[in-house]
Each structure stands twice: as C-alpha cells, then as structure tokens.
C-alpha cells in the first residue's frame, strides 16, 4: 500500500467516523430537545393547571369577602335605621304634647303613692306642673324624658318612674317585633 492509498484510507475511516459522531450526536441532540419539550409541556400543563386551581379559589374568596362586606354594610345599614327609630321614639315621648301624657303621669303617681307618702317627688322638668298638685314634696328636677323619681329624705333609696326607663324596657321586650316590622326578618 503506497503512502497516498493509506492516506486515503485514513482520511475516508476518519470521515466515516466522523459522520458516525455526528449522527450519533445529532440523535443525541434530537433526543435532547425532545425530553426538553416534554418536560417544557409537562411544566406548561402543570402551571396551567395550578393556576386555574388558583384562579378557582381566588374566586370563591372574592365571592366570600364581597357577600361579607355586603352582609357588613347590610347591618350598618339597619343599626343606623334602628338607632334613627330609637331616637324619633325618645324624641316622641318626650314632646310635651305627647297624647295621653297626663294619664300616663297620673298612673305612675298612683303607682308611686305606694311607696310612702315621706318620699321626696323629683320631677323631670317638662312634668314638673302636671305634678305641682300632687301629695308628695317636690324636689330638684332630675333628667329624663318625662316622669320623675321619687327619693328618700336621706337619699339612700330611689325609685325611678321616668319615662326613659320604661321607654328602654318596653324597647328592649319588643326588639324582635320591632325588627321584624322594619326589616321583614
């Protein structure tokens, strides 16, 4: 074999060998980018899909907080109706012109002429005529809504028979009607 024919032969092994390489490395490399593009799907599907779970229950807590702070405005709302109702009943009780004042008046005095006749009567300021005439000793006005209360000389007993705290037990024993009527619940 002259010199040039195993040059040949040399460079045509080395060439064989080298397109062997390369089609080794090239399906090497298509195997490669195919696990990378699976596993590029893989992550894909998963992040799709843990984002939509996300996105799921990020929704049903939007939902849960916007009826919470509906239900919260809802009893701000019928509190502030229910303190205004509170307040334009005070504000009816307490008119001087309230209709069957004097017959209320005259029923708490014959209830409170039970107590003694010794007591000392200390009238809310807008009764304090209506009950001038009466068997008891009159007093310091005291404040309320109408009504009076009624004192021992040492002070050591009072009895109240204001219109405030019938007012407040009456409103009290009646909340659930009065809701019920404002509200329809």
């Known amino acids: 074999m002259t010199l040039d024919a195993l040059a040949n032969e040399i460079a045509a092994q080395a060439k064989a060998e080298a397109e062997a390489i390369i089609a080794t490395a090239k399906q090497q490399a298509k195997q490669i ?14 992040a799709k899909a843990r984002a939509k779970r996300e996105s799921a229950q990020l929704s049903v807590e939007v939902v849960a907080s916007a009826k919470q702070a509906n239900q919260k405005h809802l009893l701000i709302a019928k509190r502030e109706e229910l303190d205004e109702t509170w307040e334009s009943i005070r504000a009816s009780v307490s008119a001087s012109d309230l209709d069957g004042r004097s017959d ?55 009895l109240d028979y204001r219109f405030d705290s019938r007012l407040e037990e009456a409103w009290k024993s009646n909340l659930g009607t009065v809701n019920k009527t404002l509200f329809g619940n």
């Open 104 to 158: 209320i008046l005259n029923t708490l005095l014959a209830e409170a002429s039970k107590s003694g006749k010794d007591m000392i009567l200390r009238p809310v300021s807008t009764d304090r005529k209506a009950l001038d005439n009466g068997s008891f000793t009159l007093g310091d006005d005291v404040d309320g809504l109408g009504g009076f209360v009624l004192e021992s000389k040492d002070g050591s007993i009072v």
């Open 33 to 46: 980018e195919d696990e990378a593009t699976a596993e590029a799907s893989s992550l894909s599907s998963n």
